[in-house]
């Protein structure tokens, strides 16, 4: 019998390959080729002759802490096939525990993977904030289609083998309108415009598939428009489309940077909600992690009750602090009520990818943010609150200034 162990961890695949023939439990089994560093990916593939035959595990670690397994032959008529075979269950029980330092180490780099990946993205979408105008519109653009990308994905996998299977064609077309729809919410002022537009060529493009259209194809499709293209465009409405200076601001900018009229109630409003999101998602989860006893749906278990309402708290102190440093808006009830509309649309924005998530069984839509998962990952808590923060504010005397 032999047993090859594939390892990747670079350009090239090196092998160790061992013959197993009977012999004592204690050997050097293994034989690495040169040129082969630490692995990362560990492949496993047993050859046998075909006889019978019983198995028994023997751990053992690599210097870089990676776990592999000796697997032994023993012949079948040797006699001692219980204590082999307890042999083995115990192999599987050292396999089943984590080692308490592996999942510190992976714990840490986790950590700091998304402190680093969190720190990235914080000052990217600080600097858009800031810029507005077309800077902002393409970087809601960006992410819109990238969400739109891993939405379809997801629901491939939704209800397993009954997920809904949308031609590579119509998802890319899907995706397109969900980017086309922030720029041209900038440029005509109207999302209802766009999404009728956009809505109707998705028809055509779901119509004219060689398949035959089914109604599970026309609502995951017309969702995903609407979750990742009609949704996010209120974002480009909110910071770009009110334009009026918040005058009662004591701050003012660089005469170049614009002077006090950059600081319009979009530009406001905008931080503002970012910044009260962000205070929320976070004091939510260490106040789960702390304090966290009961759950609040079965959708996400690991949201809490403690935990949602430290992150209400935080929400609105963030926002009621903001108040009054931006002296926007002029009423202290209306941020309050803004902070709560900030943190209930953000948690049951994330609700809402948890419910596809889960039915599509995985954990994270994606992995293009190390330690965050995929775009919908760490934007899901935003794409109903800029929708909701918009029309708030357009029900506010003057935009509340």
């Known amino acids: 019998m032999t047993l090859q162990l594939g390892m990747k961890n670079c350009n090239l695949v090196s092998r160790f390959v061992a013959s197993f023939h009977p012999f004592p439990r204690s050997l050097p089994f293994t034989k690495a080729e040169e040129g082969c560093s630490a692995p990362t990916k560990l492949n496993i593939r047993l050859i046998s002759d075909g006889s019978p035959q019983i198995l028994w595990i023997q751990k053992a670690m690599l210097p870089s802490h990676k776990l592999i397994l000796a697997l032994a032959k023993a012949e079948s008529d040797r006699g001692d096939g219980g204590d082999i075979k307890k042999e083995v269950d115990e192999g599987w029980d050292?396999?089943?525990?984590?080692?308490?330092?592996?999942?510190?180490?992976?714990?840490?780099?986790?950590?700091?993977?998304?402190?680093?990946?969190?720190?990235?993205?914080?000052?990217?979408?600080?600097?858009?904030?800031?810029?507005?105008?077309?800077?902002?519109?393409?970087?809601?653009?960006?992410?819109?289609?990238?969400?739109?990308?891993?939405?379809?994905?997801?629901?491939k996998g939704v209800g397993n083998a009954t997920g809904v299977s949308l031609p590579q064609h119509v998802s890319g077309v899907c995706s397109f309108l969900c980017a086309l729809m922030p720029i041209?919410?900038?440029?005509?002022?109207?999302?209802?415009?766009?999404?009728?537009?956009?809505?109707?060529?998705?028809?055509?493009?779901?119509?004219?598939?060689?398949?035959?259209p089914c109604f599970d194809q026309l609502t995951g499709a017309f969702f995903g428009l609407f979750y990742c293209?009609?949704?996010?465009?209120?974002?480009?409405?909110?910071?770009?489309?009110?334009?009026?200076?918040?005058?009662?601001?004591?701050?003012?900018?660089?005469?170049?940077?614009?002077?006090?009229?950059?600081?319009?109630?979009?530009?406001?409003?905008?931080?503002?909600?970012?910044?009260?999101?962000?205070?929320?998602?976070?004091?939510?989860?260490?106040?789960?992690?702390?304090?966290?006893?009961?759950?609040?749906?079965?959708?996400?278990?690991?949201?809490?009750?403690?935990?949602?309402?430290?992150?209400?708290?935080?929400?609105?102190?963030?926002?009621?602090?903001?108040?009054?440093i931006l002296c926007w808006p002029r009423s202290l009830l209306s941020v309050i009520a803004l902070g709560f509309l900030n943190f209930f649309g953000s948690f049951f924005g994330d609700l809402v990818e948890s419910v596809i998530k889960r039915d599509a069984s995985v954990k994270d839509s994606g992995s293009l943010i190390p330690g965050h998962g995929g775009i919908l990952d760490r934007a899901d808590s935003y794409i109903f609150t800029g929708a909701l923060v918009y029309s708030f504010i357009n029900t506010l005397p003057l935009y509340g200034v």
């Not at 809601?140 to 997801?154: K, N, P």
């Not at 041209?184 to 035959?212: E, K, M, N, S």
């Not at 600081?263 to 910044?275: D, E, N, R, Y």
Request: aromatic share 10%.
């Open 229 to 324: 293209g009609y949704l996010p465009s209120f974002w480009v409405k909110l910071r770009c489309g009110l334009t009026v200076p918040a005058l009662n601001t004591r701050y003012n900018w660089p005469f170049l940077l614009g002077g006090l009229a950059h600081w319009t109630v979009g530009l406001v409003a905008t931080l503002l909600t970012v910044s009260s999101i962000i205070a929320a998602d976070t004091y939510a989860f260490l106040g789960g992690k702390a304090f966290g006893r009961t759950p609040v749906t079965n959708i996400s278990p690991k949201k809490t009750l403690e935990g949602a309402v430290l992150g209400l708290a935080s929400c609105v102190a963030t926002s009621i602090v903001l108040f009054k």
């Open 94 to 155: 050292l396999l089943d525990r984590k080692d308490p330092h592996l999942e510190e180490q992976d714990n840490t780099k986790q950590l700091q993977k998304r402190i680093l990946s969190g720190l990235v993205i914080g000052i990217s979408a600080g600097g858009a904030i800031l810029m507005g105008g077309w800077v902002f519109t393409v970087a809601v653009a960006a992410a819109a289609f990238i969400a739109a990308r891993e939405y379809f994905e997801l629901v």
């Open 184 to 212: 041209w919410t900038l440029y005509c002022g109207h999302v209802d415009i766009p999404l009728t537009f956009a809505a109707y060529i998705l028809v055509i493009a779901l119509l004219l598939q060689r398949g035959d």
